[in-house]
């Protein structure tokens, strides 16, 4: 396959970037995306030019590394993968793809196509987790919990905080995130003494990172390589008002 | 900041407000259009102009309708805070963007249509709610014969500044055997408004605004709440799209054709 990429490049977080043509050429289509750009990275490197800088570690959609937008979509075209499980059989021979970095105030370009997802990090130091040491492994069915909640926790679980929900959503926002990571504990029995102060906690270092506000329009689901759902949202705003309002807890 | 403080300015407390106001806004359109279907009856604007005086005169109603402007402006002004918000959250745009691969056109133009809407509000409400309040407005009576309800003279009393304005009365009076009512005539003012080509124009876009805005918003406000139980989904999007989106929608959209075409 020969290809047309118009690729992001920006030196670093100061300089203003551009999209700057290349040319993909002898492209296998069972390579994945990001061998696609291994391949125009060691023919840059060969012409002793700057490879294209891009995010990449587990490169099997388990790290949320790979942060790719790619013709317009976040991850590319495919439903429920990442970039490093999109194929180039996904691309007809010829095309152009346009590839950008993830768009937000709260993830700045680091380079190219890499950008500081840091605030995820700040977001879930914020109260992402449980205060107490887990001990020894207790007997199995110690703690009852119904398998529909088991599952519902591990579904929300699944999120790998790779930042395309916030790339997708119009308003930059990243309640998706968020609120998959407050459901996980708050479905939970080990997650309820910290459960009112771990939502308000965590939405208040949402605001402070300067993700924009959810309009329920649905498209961070639509694109989620996990397929994190919407109803997480809807327990997180339940449980953010419950404590702001109904409950005395402060942060 | 006190915490109360702090609901209202985070992301969520700030859209909490956003649905509670629509919320509200939207069980007064089912109010205002079940009222309005009076325009419908042909007697003349009697049911009309009656049900008028009703709605501006009856305390609990117009305390309602202070917290209805209120609203309008709060959802306003809330929805260019967090759309000013939002900009500021992706100050580079994208220089591709498939929104219509993820998410449907009317959760991604609720501010557009909302400004549509914002523009109708004013222009409807300058035309028909100042009008009644401050305006020059004629007034008609109505003679009603006890005995025979079919029967009823209608006598248009035409706007005259040199001459007090006639006061509003409601009574039966038994010895003539007639029910008499003299009040403002606000149905001629909306009948020769909708004479007018581009005056009905502006109101079928208007409702055709508000129907992609309420197909959104009405399940969206649930959302927002939380409520995203199971059981009630169904009927809040059913409840969204059919009633919010087309029965209203299209029930106000008749009243300016129907005088045009009368
Ligand atoms: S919710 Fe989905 S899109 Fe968002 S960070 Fe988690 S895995 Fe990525
Ligand atoms: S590189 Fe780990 S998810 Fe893509």
Known sequence: MNLTLKVWRQKNAEAKGKLVTYKAQAISPDMSFLEMLDVVNEDLIKKSEDPIHFDHDCREGICGSCSLHINGQPHGPKHAITTCQLHMRSFKDGETIVIEPWRASAFPVIK????????????????????????????????????????????????????????????????????????????????????????????AQMDAEGFGNCTNTGACEAECPKEISLTNIARMNRDYLTAKIFKEEEV | MSNF?????????????????GLFLCTFLVVHLIGNLQLFKDDGGQAFNAYSYFMTHFPPIKIISYLLYASIIIHAVYA??????????????????????NSPWTSRNMGILGTILLVFIVVHMSNFWAQYHWGELPYAKYEVSLTDPQDVKVTPIPFNASV???????????????????????????????????????????????????????????????????????????????????LIPLGFAAMPLYFFFK
């Open chain 2, 164 to 246: 007090a304005e006639p006061a509003h009365a409601d009574y039966v009076d038994s010895q003539a055997g007639k029910k008499v009512l003299i009040a403002k005539d606000l149905y001629k003012i909306v009948n020769e408004s909708f004479q007018q080509w581009w005056y009905v124009a502006l109101y079928v876009i208007a409702m055709a605004a508000m129907s992609f805005h309420l197909i959104h918003g009405f399940r969206s406000a649930f959302q927002t709440l939380g409520w995203d139980n199971n059981k009630f989904v169904p009927l809040i999007r059913f409840l969204g799209v059919w009633v919010f989106g087309v």
């Open chain 2, 5 to 21: 403080a702090q609901t209202f300015s985070s992301s969520l407390g700030k859209k909490l407000i956003m649905s509670l106001t």
């Open chain 2, 80 to 101: 260019l805070v967090l759309t000013i918000g939002n900009k500021k959250a992706r100050p580079v745009a994208y220089a591709s963007y498939k929104g219509e691969a």
């Open chain 1, 112 to 203: 190219d196509l890499a950008t500081d997802r840091g605030a995820f990090e700040r977001i879930q130091q914020a109260g992402g987790f449980v205060s107490v040491n887990t001990g020894g492994v207790p007997d199995a069915n110690d703690i009852p919990i119904p398998k529909v909640i088991a599952d519902e926790a591990f579904n929300s679980a699944t999120c790998i905080g790779c930042g395309a929900c916030v790339a997708a959503c119009k308003n930059a926002s990243a309640m998706l995130f968020v609120s998959a990571k407050v459901s996980q504990l708050a479905l939970l029995p080990q997650g309820q003494p910290e459960r009112y102060r771990r939502v308000q906690a965590m939405v």
